[in-house]
């Protein structure tokens, strides 16, 4: 038996993404998939206002390319009806992977009221790919980003991505425990001056934490002030994830005013993992 081939690109394949939506008290987006084939086989699916709860232009193609396979073993005499099909896309999740926090376990953290995104990027393709799909999300919000990595990734570029993309309010480079032991892990110090570096070659205005500006934050985080750092970006080495969480949501609540601010963990898996840990701690 000859296996069809068939490619999300194919003319009869479509795909809008209508909005943003709430689905079991997360983000998610709605989108419309039509599929049209018609060669020495045929697909045909059409699905309207279906919710993904996994984010992104990139995710609604591999929802493509899941129901395209289900339509494929339809064929085959599997039964797969379209009401299964919506329904396995709709509840399809993966940890880390721009998974918004629901309101309850952000104020778990500690964080009442806090938007929280956690997302494994770690290169620099995937940073762009999260920095882009943030834009699509929330495209007027504040945003402040958590960042731990392993030492064998390419920290430069990833920072470059994240700041010549839109303005970040804050940065928090921290640490968090790598599988292949402290050898892997990069300390928060060195991933700090990375985004120094990156900032002053973009010509992006920083604070960083060798100011005394930041050391007064540091003790008490309502002090902070949305205009004197209106223009500039605050780029701060702090081993404690924790810490990095409850300064960073801080700023985000000073700046952010009656507007909507995103707290974003990304860098790693293992960052996220230790947030999703903190959840059942």
């Known amino acids: 038996m000859c296996s069809p081939v068939v490619s999300t690109s194919d003319a009869g394949i479509r795909a809008t993404i209508n909005g943003l939506s709430l689905f079991n008290d997360r983000p998610c987006q709605t989108c419309d998939i039509t ?8 697909l045909s699916l059409e699905l309207f206002d279906v919710s993904l709860c996994m984010i992104g232009s990139h995710q609604l193609q591999n929802a493509l390319t899941a129901a395209c396979a289900a339509l494929c073993l339809r064929n085959q005499g599997w039964k797969i009806s379209d009401r299964s099909i919506r329904a396995g896309l709709q509840s399809t999740c993966l940890v880390g992977r721009s998974q918004f926090l629901t309101p309850k ?11 929280i995104l956690l997302d494994g990027a770690h290169t620099k393709d995937s940073a762009k790919t999260l920095v ?13 980003i958590i960042v731990a990595m392993a030492s064998d990734k390419d920290h430069l570029a990833f920072a470059r991505e994240f700041l010549s993309g839109r303005k970040l309010e804050a940065v928090f480079l921290t640490e968090a425990d790598v599988a292949g032991g402290k050898t892997r892990i990069t300390p928060a110090s060195v991933l700090r001056d990375c985004w120094i570096q990156a900032s002053q070659e973009l010509g992006i205005n920083i604070v ?14 309502s002090t902070y002030s949305p205009r004197a750092s209106e223009n500039s970006t605050l780029i701060a080495g702090e081993y404690s994830l924790a810490v990095s969480m409850k300064v960073a949501n801080q700023i985000l609540r000073t700046k952010s005013d009656n507007q909507t601010g995103i707290l974003v963990i990304t860098g790693s ?7 999703l840990a903190s959840l059942h701690n």
């Open 132 to 144: 882009d799909t943030i834009q699509m999300t929330l495209p007027e919000a504040k945003l402040a």
């Open 35 to 42: 599929i049209q084939i018609e060669r020495d086989f045929q």
């Open 208 to 221: 960083h934490d060798g100011l005394a500006e930041y050391q007064d934050l540091l003790q008490d985080p």
């Open 105 to 115: 376990e952000a104020e778990t953290l500690g964080l009442p009221g806090a938007t």
């Open 269 to 275: 898996l293992h960052i996220v993992s230790s947030v």
